[in-house]
C-alpha cells in the first residue's frame, strides 16, 4: 500500500498561518522520505469566523494586526458554513487598500488576482496561488460525495434552511440547535437530516475523515494531540508538525 499523508485544518486566514504552512512542510518532507500523496482534508463546512482571521505585521514597525473577511449579515458570519459565507462587494479592494503596509508586493497581486466569492474557496485559491498546494490534492468535508461516503456518525452538525440562510446546526438532544455561545444552543426548526447535509464536529473528525481518506499518516499540530483519539484509528501513524514560532500569524509568502 501506497503511504497517503494527510493533514486537516479549516480554511485559516486569506493567507494561511504559519501552523498550516507548517503542517505543509512537514508532510513534503516526510513525502521526500517514504514517498507516497499528500492529502489536505479541508474542513470547509467548520462556520466560526473567528478561523480565518488573518494577523499580519506592519513592515516597518512590526505591529500586528488583525484582519478578516466581512460577511452579508450577521447570520452567514456566525453560522453559515465557511464554504456558503459569501464575500460582500468592496471587500478585496478595501482589503488590498490595506495589505501593501503588511506584505510583499507579489502577495498583494496574488490576493488581488483571486477571485472566489466565498470564503472557503477565497482562502484554498490564495493557498494555491502562494505554491503550497503544489501536488497536494484536497478533500472538502462540504463535499457531498465525500459526505455520502463518510462513516455513519451519531454526533454531527447538519446545513440547514435558516432565516433565509444556510446554517450549520448542531444535532444535540434530539434537536437541531445553534450555538449562540456559552450554554445558549436556541433551536432550529426540525426538518430532514439527508447524509449529504451532515459534517462532523471535533471529536468525530478524525474517524470521519478516515474512512474515506484512509491515510498511513497523519500530520497534527500541538493543539490537535490533546483531542484526536488515535486509539480509533490505529492503523494511522501520527506525525507532529515542525515546530514554528507565532503560529498563530499569517504566512504570506516568502
Request: glycine content about 6%.
Amino acid at each position: 500500500m501506497n503511504p497517503v499523508i494527510c493533514f486537516g485544518q479549516q480554511p485559516c486566514g486569506f493567507f494561511p498561518r504559519r501552523f498550516l504552512q507548517a503542517k505543509i512542510v512537514t508532510a513534503r518532507r516526510l513525502q521526500s522520505e517514504i514517498g507516497g500523496e499528500i492529502v489536505f482534508f479541508c474542513h470547509d463546512s467548520d462556520h466560526d469566523p473567528r478561523e480565518t482571521q488573518t494577523i499580519l505585521r506592519h513592515r516597518t514597525t512590526g505591529e500586528p494586526n488583525a484582519l478578516n473577511f466581512s460577511f452579508v449579515n450577521k447570520v452567514q458570519r456566525k453560522f453559515t458554513p465557511q464554504y456558503l459565507k459569501l464575500i460582500p462587494d468592496g471587500w478585496q479592494a478595501n482589503t488590498a487598500r490595506q495589505l501593501p503596509a503588511y506584505v510583499s508586493p507579489a502577495a498583494v497581486g496574488h490576493f488581488k488576482a483571486e477571485t472566489a466569492k466565498n470564503v472557503a474557496d477565497f482562502c484554498l485559491g490564495m493557498y494555491a496561488r502562494l505554491g503550497l498546494l503544489e501536488g497536494v490534492r484536497v478533500v472538502r468535508s462540504s463535499d457531498p460525495a465525500v459526505r455520502q461516503a463518510a462513516c455513519e456518525i451519531t454526533d454531527y452538525f447538519v446545513d440547514v434552511p435558516h432565516q433565509g440562510e444556510t446554517v450549520r446546526a448542531r444535532w444535540l438532544d434530539g434537536c437541531l440547535n445553534l450555538h449562540e455561545g456559552g450554554d445558549c444552543y436556541p433551536p432550529v426548526p426540525p426538518c430532514e437530516i439527508a447524509k449529504e447535509k451532515i459534517s462532523p464536529p471535533r471529536d468525530s473528525r478524525l474517524l470521519w475523515m478516515q474512512s474515506v481518506i484512509r491515510c498511513t499518516h497523519y500530520v497534527c499540530g500541538a493543539g490537535e494531540k490533546a483531542y484526536l483519539n488515535t486509539a480509533e484509528t490505529p492503523e494511522i501513524q501520527f506525525v507532529a508538525r515542525d515546530s514554528i514560532d507565532r503560529s498563530d500569524e499569517a504566512w504570506p509568502g516568502e
